[in-house]
């Protein structure tokens, strides 16, 4: 995700208390296109300039500003915040209009780039940042997937849009069909929305392990980003992982001093109310840094998998204990939830690391399709993601990695302990 800063006020005002913050995380992105009304301006020029209409977007591509009229509009998609015409066709995209009487968010579906923003009588302000906007314009509130958000200063109206992607058969199949769906889809996912030299946030476990092979199998340029405490579990299981699949592969082995460092920032720049915020912020922010100073600016991540296809060991005791509707149910909370809190969490701390993140699992298609699956597909016999491993027997990933059984992430990558330790 970028940087992105837009600001409407109802009278003229000067834009540096909007911008200072903005402009001081700019040097993780090559690109910045500043505007000041509808006239482009230098970074050094915003701060004394005034005027009613504020934009500021950090990126990695060419330009996602077009001036229409009286109007400028940014397209968030993943072509253009990169500058990838390999991947022109992702559904993860979103679109802000600003005009002198308002702003417009066209969001996308679950998984394009989420933005928040904010309300007073006199001033409408969007951001991928909530953060870096003063408290003083109200709380924040993330526009829903798949809205138009019109705002005007004091008034915020919101319309929610219909179902866009394919539908899939209402009647469930046997488990190695839907498993082929999925693997088409899936593929379908990587195919659209991910460049041909992407970093994958790898654990070794089955989620990041189907994409990596997958996308070296389609004959993009992976490289495997591993993070983790010294010794920790994920840093072991990935590499051996890595190295049964073949894969370019490089770990980044934390320290408590490099720990605290970027926990540090990212808590000035991000709401992080738990310890698992923390660990999972500091795990993408980690993996986004070493991606960007590789010159890879796209960091894919297995988002979602858990969530749709009963990942969490919480649904697996639900199951035993013979409460299936109660898993169905969580496990729907979970995925929906994802929007509103681990969604934003994870894009702002790969866009403070100069990188756009990126859901494969969260294509529509594939939660139209987890949605619609029965529960044994996902979670049964003490075995959860059932289908997920299906597919990657079918996709072709070796057994020893498609059953690997592993930790979450936090306490996989040893963080949130060294964060207890860390009094953080």
Same mark, same amino acid.
């Given at each position: 995700?970028?940087?992105?800063?837009?600001?409407?006020?109802?009278?003229?005002?000067?834009?540096?208390?909007?911008?200072d913050?903005?402009?001081?995380? !700019?040097h993780?992105?090559?690109?910045?296109?500043?505007?000041?009304?509808?006239?482009?301006?230098?970074?050094?020029?915003? @701060?004394?300039?005034?005027?009613q209409?504020?934009?500021?977007?950090?990126?990695?591509?060419?330009?996602?500003?077009v001036?229409?009229?009286e109007e400028l509009?940014?397209f968030?998609?993943?072509?253009r915040l990169?500058?990838?015409?390999?991947?022109?066709?992702?559904?993860?995209?979103?679109?802000?209009?600003?005009? =002198?009487d308002?702003?417009?968010?066209r969001?996308?579906?679950?998984?394009?780039?989420?933005?928040?923003?904010?309300l007073?009588?006199?001033?409408?302000?969007?951001?991928?940042?909530? =953060?870096?906007?003063?408290?003083?314009?109200?709380?924040?509130?993330y526009? $829903? $997937?798949?809205?138009?958000?019109?705002?005007?200063?004091?008034? %915020?109206?919101?319309?929610?849009?219909?179902?866009?992607?394919?539908e899939?058969?209402?009647?469930?199949?046997a488990?190695?069909?839907? @498993?082929?769906?999925?693997?088409?889809?899936?593929?379908?996912?990587?195919?659209?929305s991910?460049?041909k030299?992407?970093?994958?946030?790898?654990?070794?476990?089955?989620?990041?392990? #189907? #994409?990596?092979? #997958?996308? /070296?199998? *389609?004959?993009? +340029?992976?490289?495997?980003?591993?993070?983790?405490?010294?010794?920790?579990?994920?840093?072991?299981? !990935?590499?051996?992982?890595?190295?049964?699949?073949?894969?370019?592969?490089? $770990?980044?082995?934390?320290?408590?001093?490099?720990?605290?460092?970027?926990?540090?920032?990212? /808590?000035?720049?991000?709401?992080?109310?738990?310890?698992?915020?923390?660990?999972?912020?500091? #795990?993408v922010y980690?993996?986004?840094?070493?991606?960007?100073?590789?010159?890879? =600016?796209?960091?894919?991540?297995?988002?979602?998998?858990?969530?749709?296809?009963?990942?969490y060991?919480?649904?697996? +005791?639900? %199951?035993?204990?013979?409460?299936?509707?109660?898993?169905?149910?969580?496990?729907?909370?979970?995925?929906?939830?994802?929007?509103?809190?681990?969604?934003?969490?994870?894009?702002g701390s790969?866009?403070?690391?100069?990188?756009?993140?990126?859901? $494969?699992?969260?294509?529509? +298609?594939i939660?139209?399709n987890?949605?619609? /699956?029965?529960?044994?597909?996902?979670?049964?016999?003490?075995?959860?993601?059932?289908?997920?491993?299906m597919?990657?027997?079918?996709?072709?990933?070796?057994?020893?990695?498609? *059953?690997?059984?592993k930790?979450?992430?936090?306490?996989?990558?040893?963080?949130? =302990?060294?964060l207890?330790?860390l !009094? %953080?």
């Amino acid at each position: 995700m970028a940087i992105i800063l837009a600001a409407l006020s109802r009278h003229e005002t000067g834009f540096s208390a909007f911008v200072d913050d903005v402009l001081r995380l !700019s040097h993780r992105w090559p690109t910045t296109e500043t505007y000041a009304d509808n006239t482009r301006v230098s970074l050094s020029e915003l @701060a004394g300039t005034r005027g009613q209409i504020c934009l500021v977007v950090n990126h990695a591509g060419s330009s996602v500003v077009v001036e229409q009229g009286e109007e400028l509009v940014v397209f968030l998609s993943p072509s253009r915040l990169l500058g990838r015409e390999e991947i022109e066709e992702s559904p993860f995209a979103s679109i802000i209009h600003v005009s =002198r009487d308002r702003v417009l968010i066209r969001q996308g579906p679950t998984g394009s780039p989420p933005l928040a923003y904010k309300l007073s009588k006199d001033c409408v302000v969007v951001s991928s940042l909530p =953060r870096l906007v003063n408290n003083e314009f109200g709380e924040a509130t993330y526009s $829903p $997937p798949k809205s138009d958000v019109r705002l005007t200063p004091g008034a %915020v109206e919101v319309s929610h849009k219909g179902a866009q992607n394919q539908e899939l058969p209402t009647e469930h199949q046997a488990l190695d069909s839907e @498993a082929q769906l999925l693997l088409e889809a899936l593929t379908d996912s990587i195919k659209k929305s991910v460049a041909k030299r992407p970093s994958i946030l790898f654990s070794g476990g089955l989620d990041s392990s #189907l #994409l990596l092979w #997958l996308c /070296m199998d *389609m004959g993009l +340029r992976p490289l495997a980003l591993s993070v983790g405490m010294k010794g920790s579990h994920d840093l072991t299981t !990935s590499k051996r992982a890595a190295s049964v699949i073949g894969a370019d592969y490089l $770990p980044i082995e934390l320290t408590e001093e490099s720990l605290r460092t970027s926990i540090s920032h990212l /808590m000035k720049n991000l709401e992080l109310p738990s310890k698992m915020d923390k660990a999972l912020a500091v #795990l993408v922010y980690e993996g986004s840094k070493c991606s960007a100073e590789n010159g890879r =600016r796209q960091l894919i991540s297995g988002q979602g998998a858990d969530e749709l296809f009963g990942g969490y060991i919480k649904y697996l +005791r639900l %199951v035993d204990r013979g409460e299936a509707i109660k898993a169905e149910s969580e496990m729907r909370r979970d995925a929906e939830s994802l929007w509103y809190r681990s969604i934003p969490r994870d894009y702002g701390s790969a866009c403070l690391a100069g990188c756009l993140l990126t859901t $494969p699992y969260l294509d529509e +298609r594939i939660v139209k399709n987890a949605y619609k /699956m029965p529960l044994q597909f996902k979670v049964s016999r003490g075995v959860r993601k059932v289908v997920l491993r299906m597919v990657a027997k079918l996709a072709g990933l070796h057994e020893d990695v498609a *059953m690997i059984e592993k930790k979450a992430a936090q306490y996989g990558t040893g963080i949130e =302990r060294a964060l207890k330790r860390l !009094s %953080v």
